[in-house]
């Protein structure tokens, strides 16, 4: 315990002279707000501002927030831990602007560079081939949390770990899939990004297998696995079908361990999707 207390301490002096909860100390002309910012813990983002920083304030300890040496406009923020709740961080620049960002952890981050005075966080990010944009996006998946879970009997039970799919949803050209992860052991569950795949319900002797990864838009968690109610997943995909010989594969794999869960729908369950507004 005490080299892990070293590590962390060292870890956290590495970074700007960024604050948890400290007072702004710029009277600021203008407030840039409703900025959403996500970040993983295995890449950095690089956020790159008009003007220079003159101070930085984080929500919490976890987002992790580096001022490269030399360089007066541009902080590097990372996830210091993953699944982290919602938090947030301000940065003040010498023009007197306050910047605020709402953070979340996201396993695939849309992008990994924002020039904030060309393309403000705040405007939404916008994806090929769909037409729903990062914050519409968003918005949805805030209604998905509050549906009650209508899908019954796709879940993957292993290991102390139950996967369970809750709900299918789709709003326009967006198919989006409601997962809860729940860990019943003392061993905490680090799951690798999860992946998804279309794959054959029956296979061909002496064939090699043929999936189809399917990649999604976004990725958003909510809580942990160990929490008593498990962690929600809410993944945004581009609309799909999938023919009555095939099924969709979700895989977690654990980071470091051996506990795989993995579960799947055919094309009856993925017609149930329900509309959202």
């Known amino acids: 315990m005490k080299h892990l207390i070293t590590l962390l301490t060292l ?4 970074f700007l002279n960024v604050s948890g909860q400290d007072a702004v100390s710029v ?3 203008y407030i840039i707000d409703n900025n959403t ?11 790159i501002f008009p ?5 930085a304030d984080r929500g919490d300890s976890y987002i992790l927030a580096e001022q490269p040496e030399g360089v007066e406009n541009i902080l590097k923020v990372k996830a ?5 709740q919602e ?3 301000h940065v003040v620049t010498t023009d007197g602007k306050v910047y605020a960002f709402t953070v979340n952890y996201a396993d695939y981050p849309s992008t990994f560079t924002i020039d904030v005075g060309r393309h403000p966080p705040h405007s939404p990010v916008t994806f090929e081939g769909v037409s729903l944009n990062s914050r519409d996006i968003e918005l949805a998946v805030a209604t998905i949390k509050g549906i009650e879970p209508f899908v019954r009997r796709v879940k993957s039970s292993r290991h102390g770990m139950e996967l369970r799919l809750e709900g299918i949803f789709i709003k326009g050209d967006v198919l989006f899939l409601r997962y809860n992860l729940k860990n019943k052991t ?7 990004p999860p992946r998804f795949f279309i794959r054959d319900k029956k296979r061909a ?6 999936d189809t990864e399917v990649e999604p838009l976004t990725v958003h968690y909510n809580g942990a696995p160990e929490a008593d109610d498990g962690q929600t997943i809410t993944v945004a995909f581009e609309k799909f079908t999938i023919a009555e010989s095939k099924n969709f594969v979700t895989e977690f794999r654990e980071h470091g361990g051996d506990r795989t869960l993995d579960c799947r729908f055919d094309q009856k369950k993925l017609l149930q999707a329900k509309t959202i507004d």
């Open 11 to 14: 870890v956290c002096a590495c």
């Open 37 to 47: 910012l996500d970040i993983t813990w295995h890449k950095t983002t690089v956020l």
């Open 205 to 210: 002797k002496r064939t090699a297998v043929q």
């Open 51 to 55: 003007a220079a920083i003159k101070s």
């Open 80 to 84: 210091g831990k993953r699944f982290f």
């Open 87 to 89: 938090s947030n961080l």
């Open 27 to 29: 009277k600021a002309r």
């Open 186 to 192: 003392q061993i905490r569950y680090d799951s690798t």
